[in-house]
């Protein structure tokens, strides 16, 4: 957008995060049970409707929406098309997206993760410097590939 160029609307509000799974039930058991997510609602998508909505020709999804205090995360198992494949994004490829959650015990949430498959990237840290000072953090894998930030507040 050129600086002469008026914007005419505004961002409301930030809805969801969408994430792209291979199994939905997997998926679903860990943010439901492990991570504590509220399930909302399960919903089917097929037809011309889910194929213009998401620019992908033969498109029928299975999906289920769960919520958290200030975010809601929706788990979408694509049925079809048949050639759908599977990333290895690491979080330094083009491409690659996180979702960050604030937690309260960063170490009893890796305990709880440990046993559901998922799997840390990388070591918790303490942040030294910048906004987010004092913060432990940590990088964590789900058997998809998909990255999530844990943070922890200092105390």
């Known amino acids: 957008m050129s600086t002469s160029t008026k914007k005419t609307f505004r961002v409301l509000a930030a809805d969801h995060t969408g994430i792209t799974v291979g199994n939905l039930e997997r998926s679903l058991a860990f943010w439901r049970d492990v991570l504590g997510f509220e ?9 011309e409707l889910a194929s213009e909505i998401t620019g992908v020709p033969g498109a029928e999804i299975s999906l289920a929406v769960l919520r958290a205090p200030g975010h809601k995360i929706e788990l979408l198992e694509y049925l079809a098309p048949p050639e759908r494949r599977r990333g290895d994004l690491k979080p330094c490829d083009v491409g690659s997206v996180h979702v960050a959650l604030t937690v309260d015990d960063l170490d009893a949430v890796l305990s709880s993760i440990a ?41």
């Open 39 to 47: 399930f909302s609602h399960r919903a089917h998508q097929t037809g």
């Open 115 to 155: 046993a559901s498959g998922w799997a840390m990237a990388g070591e918790p840290q303490t942040l030294k410097t910048g906004p987010n000072a004092g913060k432990r953090v940590v990088y964590v894998r789900d058997p998809d590939g998909t990255t999530i930030e844990f943070m922890q507040p200092p105390a």
